[in-house]
């Protein structure tokens, strides 16, 4: 069989896109006001610059006769399909995103969504701070946690100087919640 009449299959064709968690069943897909506006960046720059170039090369690619051994055919088509996805992916998030401010909480010393919190773990005494904002923009490398994670999760609603326990694969940790900041308006 010819090359022309076999279906390309990427495994990961039909997922979303991003590698990120799924939100919880009935969960709302937080995010602050500089979190959406760069998934929106992203999403008008993968359509107005971004997909247009790869359309041409593609378009280019075709007029050149033989698609079967055409690399930039070939990788214009791929690279197009992983774009489609990314902007459908974007689309859907920001769609059902509800954009909370957390400097609407300056001043407080209760952790909510967009908290930067600084906790100890009890038994250890290793001090960590994490920031608290949505799946879609939080990063671990930053110490930024989403809210749906189990740390988070245990810090929400507590206050400066409250004990939580947080549940883990090793057990369960007692933390102390020694500082929660938040950004200024």
């Keep these: 069989m010819s090359k022309a009449f ?12 991003g590698g990120l968690p799924p ?7 937080y995010i602050t006001p500089q979190g959406y506006a760069r998934l929106r960046a992203e999403l008008l720059q993968l359509i107005d610059d971004e997909r247009p ?3 041409e090369i593609v378009h280019w690619a075709a007029s050149n006769g033989d698609r079967s051994e055409n690399g930039d ?15 459908r992916f974007l ?21 909510f969504f967009g908290a930067t919190v600084t906790y100890a773990e009890e038994d250890t005494g290793v001090e960590r701070t994490v920031t608290i904002l949505g ?3 939080a990063d671990s490398a ?8 189990p740390i988070a999760r245990a810090l929400l609603k507590a206050r400066e100087g409250d004990v939580v326990k947080l549940v883990t694969p090793a057990g369960t940790k007692e933390v102390e919640i020694l500082k ?6």
Excluded: F, M
């Design 180 to 185: 929660v900041a938040y950004p200024a308006g």
């Design 73 to 87: 055919y070939i990788y214009g088509k791929k690279r197009l399909r992983e774009i489609d996805r990314r902007i």
């Design 142 to 149: 930053h110490g930024q946690v989403s809210w749906i994670s």
């Design 135 to 137: 799946i879609d923009e």
């Design 91 to 111: 689309t859907k998030r920001l769609e059902i995103a509800e954009v909370t401010d957390p400097s609407l909480h300056h001043g407080h010393d209760q952790v």
């Design 53 to 55: 170039k790869v359309v």
């Design 6 to 17: 076999t279906r390309e299959t990427d495994s990961d064709d039909d997922e979303d896109g």
């Design 23 to 29: 939100l919880p069943p009935g969960g709302k897909n």
